[in-house]
């Protein structure tokens, strides 16, 4: 099975829709992670209008996708990228929780929330900056 897999993985249009496919997949579910350990709900917030949740959210968004693009350039195999894609994203949502724990004057999460766009914009920079270091590092 995995060698028909790899057959039809030969033809360029079949691997970019089999990439962007499984890319898809793995940002809805590692949006869905995100969800689960932020103390608002992202996409009520977002349907409120509330900038900040966007700014941070898109940030998150930007982050994967970028993390998947350098996996996707640096690898030939669907399967070594979709793992240095998970990889990469793990040191992301890990750099999440440091940067929550590093900021001792006030929650991070709570003034997203309340649509703090100063900090909504900062989450957003440091998401997307990262997944640049992040991305340079997959091989």
Do not use: H, Q
């Not at 209008?49 to 350039?73: D, H, S, Y």
């Not at 070594?80 to 929650?107: C, D, H, N, Q």
Request: glycine share 8%; hydrophobic share 55%; with cysteine.
């Amino acid at each position: 099975m995995e060698r028909e897999i790899d057959r039809l993985l030969d033809i360029p249009f079949v691997a970019s829709l089999a990439f962007v496919s499984v890319a898809v997949m793995a940002l809805i579910l590692f949006l869905y992670i995100f969800e689960l350990v932020t103390r608002y709900n992202c996409w009520e917030e977002i349907k409120r209008g509330n900038l900040a949740v966007a700014m941070a959210t898109g940030g998150k968004i930007f982050g994967i996708c970028n993390i998947f693009r350098f996996a996707v350039e640096a690898n030939e195999s669907i399967y070594k990228s979709m793992g240095w894609a998970g990889f990469g994203y793990g040191i992301l949502l890990a750099a999440y929780f440091l940067f929550e724990f590093l900021t001792p004057v006030f929650r991070i999460d709570e003034e997203i929330e309340r649509d703090n766009r100063a900090v909504g914009l900062i989450a957003m920079l440091i998401s997307v900056s990262l997944s640049y270091v992040i991305g340079a590092t997959i091989i």
